[in-house]
C-alpha cells in the first residue's frame, strides 16, 4: 500500500510540474530548457522529460536555441508556446456592451465579437446574446484546437465559489446565479469561471501587462462605476467573502450626495462617469461610453481639474492603506488619467504619507482595451494550467 501510496503521491507531483512548466512557457511565450531548469530547481533530465510530455501534448513546440546570458556554453534548447492547440472563450460583460474573446494559449487573443447592451439588460437576454457571440468567435476555429474553458467578467459583486453576481447595481442585478445561466444556455462541458472585472483587470495586468514581476499592485476600474482588484505578496487580496475592493465605496464626502449603494457621499459620487459627464456638460446618456467621449475631449481641461483632485485624493487613501508599487487606472480612468495626469498625481502627492507613497507608479493598462478580456481568459486556462494532461483527456 506503501508503495501504491508513493506512485500516486509521484504521478501527482509530476502533473503539477507539468502544469508548471506550461505555465511558464504560457506566460513568457517562449522560453529556455535552462531558463525553465533554473526557476523550477528541477534538474535537467526531468526538465526534459516534462517538455517532452507537453510536446506530445500539442502544447509547446521545440524553438530555435536559445543562447545563455552569459554568452557562454552552449546554446539551450527553446520551447514555446502552441497558441492554436488549446483556447478558452473570454467573456467580458460590461454595463452597456458585451465582448467575447476566442483566445489561444499564451493569451493570443485570436478574435472578438461585441455586442451592445440595452440599459439594465436582463441577465437571460444577456446569456442569449453570449451565445449568438459565442457562436460567431468558434466559427473558424481550427479543428485540431481544443476549448479548455470559458471565463466571464461582470462589473459587480461576484461570489467565485459558486458563480453568484450578488450585486450589480450599473446592471440591475441581485442575486444573478449567472455563470450557470450561461453554462446551461451554452452547454459547453468545460469549466465555467465568474469574477468580478477589477479583479480580472488586476490578474491581467500582474501576469502581462503594467505590473509584471510587481507584488504589489492596485488596478483601478472605471466602468460607470469604480471598483478595485487588488494584488499583494503576488497574491489577488479577496477578502472574507472575496468582495474586498468596493473602493468606490469609500465614504468620501458624508454629507455629499446619495449613492445606489444606499449611503451618501461615497466616492463613486464623486469620480463615477456620472460625475464626470455633469462636470463636462455632457448629457447623461454618454455615461456608458464615456472612456471614448473622454478620448475625443476637446474641451477646457480645467473642467476636468475638480475631478482629478478627487481622483487623486481618493488614490491616496487606497496608497496609504494598501501601500502598491503600482496604481494601474482602467475604463474611463485610463481616458481621463490621459487629460489630466499631473492634477492627478499632484493630489496623489498630497495626501500620500511619504513612506507609503514615494516610489508608487500611477499608470494605464499596457493591455489597453483587452486588460478585463485578457484577465478571464486566464482565469479560464486555469484548469489546463493546473492539470494539461488531465484537462486534454477529458
Ligand atoms: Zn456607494
Known amino acids: 500500500m506503501a508503495r501504491a501510496g508513493t506512485g500516486t503521491n509521484q504521478e501527482a507531483v509530476r502533473r503539477h510540474n507539468l502544469g508548471t ?37 500539442g502544447l509547446v513546440r521545440r524553438s530555435t536555441p536559445v ?40 493569451c493570443d487573443v ?45 462589473p459587480g459583486v461576484v461570489r467565485e ?27 459547453l462541458t468545460v469549466d465555467h469561471v465568474i469574477a468580478n472585472d477589477a479583479d480580472l483587470g488586476a490578474r491581467a495586468e500582474h501576469v502581462r501587462g503594467a505590473g509584471v514581476a510587481v507584488d504589489h499592485l492596485v488596478y483601478v476600474s472605471g466602468d460607470v462605476g469604480v471598483g ?7 497574491r489577488p487580496l479577496g477578502g472574507a467573502g472575496g468582495f474586498a ?63 482629478a483632485h478627487h481622483v487623486g485624493h481618493g488614490l491616496a487613501n487606497v496608497i496609504n492603506m494598501l501601500n502598491p508599487q503600482v496604481v494601474v487606472l482602467g475604463g474611463y480612468l485610463a481616458s481621463l488619467h490621459r487629460l489630466v495626469e499631473p492634477e492627478i498625481l499632484a493630489a496623489v502627492r498630497s495626501g500620500v504619507m511619504s513612506a507609503a507613497g514615494g516610489q508608487v507608479l500611477v499608470t494605464r493598462p499596457t493591455l489597453g482595451a483587452d486588460t478585463v478580456l485578457v484577465g478571464a481568459a486566464e482565469a479560464a486556462f486555469e484548469s489546463l494550467l493546473a492539470d494539461p ?6
Open 21 to 57: 512548466v506550461l505555465r511558464y512557457v504560457h506566460r513568457t511565450g517562449s522560453t529556455s530548457r535552462a531558463s525553465l531548469t533554473s526557476q523550477m530547481a528541477l534538474n535537467r533530465s526531468t526538465i526534459g522529460g516534462l517538455a517532452a510530455t507537453l510536446e506530445d501534448l
Open 67 to 106: 543562447a545563455s546570458r552569459a554568452g557562454a556554453g552552449r546554446p539551450s534548447a527553446g520551447l514555446e508556446v502552441v497558441s492554436r492547440r488549446a483556447y478558452v472563450l473570454a467573456i467580458d460583460v460590461g454595463v452597456d456592451r458585451v465582448v467575447v474573446g476566442r483566445v489561444g494559449l499564451g
Open 110 to 154: 485570436e478574435v472578438r465579437a461585441r455586442v451592445n447592451l440595452p440599459p439594465e439588460p436582463a441577465p437571460e437576454h444577456v446569456a442569449e446574446t453570449i451565445v449568438g457571440l459565442v457562436a460567431a468567435v468558434r466559427a473558424d476555429a481550427s479543428p485540431e484546437s481544443t476549448l479548455v474553458g470559458v471565463g466571464i467578467s461582470v
Open 161 to 187: 465559489a459558486d458563480g453568484m453576481v450578488v450585486f450589480a447595481p450599473n446592471l440591475g442585478w441581485h442575486e444573478v446565479p449567472f455563470a450557470a445561466l450561461v453554462r446551461e444556455r451554452l452547454g
Open 228 to 234: 478595485a482588484g487588488v494584488i499583494t505578496d503576488g
Open 245 to 307: 475592493g468596493e473602493i468606490g465605496h469609500m465614504s468620501f464626502a458624508p454629507n455629499g450626495l446619495r449613492c445606489h449603494c444606499g449611503s451618501r457621499g461615497c466616492w463613486e459620487t464623486q469620480v463615477g462617469a456620472v460625475a464626470i459627464a455633469r462636470a463636462i456638460g455632457a448629457p447623461a446618456d454618454v455615461v456608458p461610453t464615456l472612456d471614448a467621449v473622454l478620448d475625443d475631449f476637446d474641451g477646457p481641461p480645467e473642467s476636468l481639474h475638480e475631478i
Open 389 to 394: 494532461a488531465g484537462v486534454l483527456s477529458r
